[in-house]
């Protein structure tokens, strides 16, 4: 009987001991682990009805959540803590984004989408498609059925058959557009998207692979609007949108152009020819080549560029290691700009001799930023010719209003570049400063050699 007790105690030691074992094992550290997003769909919504989604993830917490790529329906947001999607939907249609899961490990993403549907309160979207009026666009408003819905190019070749008029193109999807020559634009036309951001790819490799150039023999007009993002091409010499004599191209708050790598972007040149910018973007766009005469925007003799709003920054040309700003060229007095509202861009004013102008105008309403670039055309040497350089850069006042000391805070000096050596970039220098002096009995910001 004791031997069997003695069995007893010894088999319940050694379970304990098993079980200390087991336990102080499983005290150890354990594997961090990076986030895996479970959310496999999102619900869809309404315009006008409160919307609630929370975003899930696997993996070591906390987890912070953000958009990656695209944007949200309008009216919602992305709470970085929780990963909840809320608010209340502003506009119907479908917001394709990629969401981002982070932790102290590593981070993942994934490809999302959100469709919002038309409420009872919200009027019902137009459809796509070419209307023959100016915007903005109903449902009550009939198509011209003969135009498919985001036909590009049908749009175009129907409105130049037509007598002069306004006409609006609505699309709802992204646009692949092969060109081979120059697209003619010889009416008055506007694109818009709807629903989400819809970008327009121009594909093409020949010098006229261009995705419109207005009529040089009748007044013609191209407007990008809202949620329409321009993407260009590779070719060499090509230009984006051209605008000759007479012609008037328009980029409104939510447009873009981006992703060009040939001849400028836009390039508005001849009497009478217009760049008007109330809102939008153009960045992004570059070049290998180091021709002195390309940029974002490029103004040239007789035309005139009214900035209202908007940003032309982050536009380069050169050799990568030696790019130069490339966002607002005006050649001599070529091309005149005014700028006005909450405008944002970098200028590059070039001349080949001693006496510039360089045709810019300040609005009293200007409450953006300007960084101010300089080009040497002809053979001078860029080391000898930056130190004689005065009174390169001068922006007078509109009509109606004198410049300000607070003014020159508004802009910054740059660089300085000449043709013998055109990709390099060279701080202008402390031998140059931005000044307010009196011009011919009106005040105006110079740059003046102190």
């Known amino acids: 009987m004791e031997k069997n007790k003695n069995k007893i105690w010894l088999f319940i030691a050694i379970i304990a001991i098993i079980g ?3 336990v102080s094992c499983d005290d150890g550290e354990t594997t961090p682990t990076a986030p895996t997003i479970t959310t496999g769909s999102l619900p869809n919504g309404t315009v006008g009805t409160a919307y609630t989604a929370t975003l899930a993830a696997t993996g070591d917490t906390p987890i912070t959540w953000s958009v990656a790529t695209g944007t949200l329906p309008g009216g919602l947001t992305l709470a970085a803590a929780t990963g909840v999607i809320s608010g209340t939907p502003t506009a119907a249609g479908t917001s394709n984004f990629t969401v981002k899961a982070t932790n102290s490990v ?14 009872s309160s919200d009027p019902a979207q137009p459809q796509p498609g070419l209307y023959a009026k100016a915007p903005p666009i109903t449902a009550a408003d009939t198509r011209i059925a003969s135009v498919a819905a985001n036909d590009i190019a049908a749009a175009v070749t129907h409105v130049n058959a037509q007598a002069a008029g306004q006409f609006t193109l609505l699309i709802n999807q992204d646009v692949s557009i092969a060109v081979s020559a120059a697209r003619i634009l010889s009416n008055n ?24 150039s207005l009529s040089d023999s009748t007044p013609a007009s191209l407007t990008l609007g809202d949620k329409i993002t321009l993407i260009g091409t590779t070719a060499a010499t090509s230009y984006l949108v051209y605008v000759p004599k007479d012609g008037t191209f ?49 103004l040239g003799t007789g035309s005139t560029f009214v900035m209202n709003g908007g940003k032309i920054t982050g536009n380069t040309v050169g050799a990568e290691g030696s790019k130069r700003p490339a966002d607002v060229f005006v050649y001599e007095e070529a091309g005149t700009v005014t700028l006005s509202g909450a405008a944002e861009l970098g200028i590059t004013v070039a001349r080949a001799n001693t006496t510039v102008h360089s045709g810019i105008t300040l609005g009293s309403s200007f409450t953006g930023s300007a960084t101010v670039n300089l080009q040497r055309t002809g053979t001078s040497v860029l080391a000898t010719v930056i130190e004689g350089w005065n009174n390169r850069f001068i922006v007078k006042g509109a009509a109606d209003y004198t410049p300000t000391a607070a003014d020159l805070a508004k802009f910054t000096l740059g660089s300085f570049f000449g043709s013998s050596n055109s990709a390099v970039n060279e701080p202008i220098g402390n031998t140059h400063k931005l000044s307010l002096e009196a011009d011919s009995g009106k005040d105006a910001i110079r740059l003046v050699t102190r």
Not at 190 to 208: C, D, L, N, P, S
Request: a positive charge; charged letters at 10%.
């Open 20 to 22: 200390f074992v087991a």
């Open 106 to 119: 590593n981070s993942a993403t994934k490809p999302l989408s959100i469709v919002i549907a038309a409420g």
């Open 189 to 212: 036309l506007t694109i818009i998207g709807i629903g989400a951001e819809r970008k327009i790819q121009v594909t093409g490799t020949a010098a006229t692979s261009r995705f419109i």
């Open 250 to 298: 328009t980029m409104e708050a939510g447009s873009k152009i981006t992703g060009h790598n040939g001849g400028s972007p836009v390039y508005i040149t001849g009497a009478n020819s217009r760049f008007v910018m109330n809102g939008g973007e153009i960045s992004g766009n570059t070049r290998t080549s180091t021709a002195t005469d390309t940029a974002a925007v490029f």
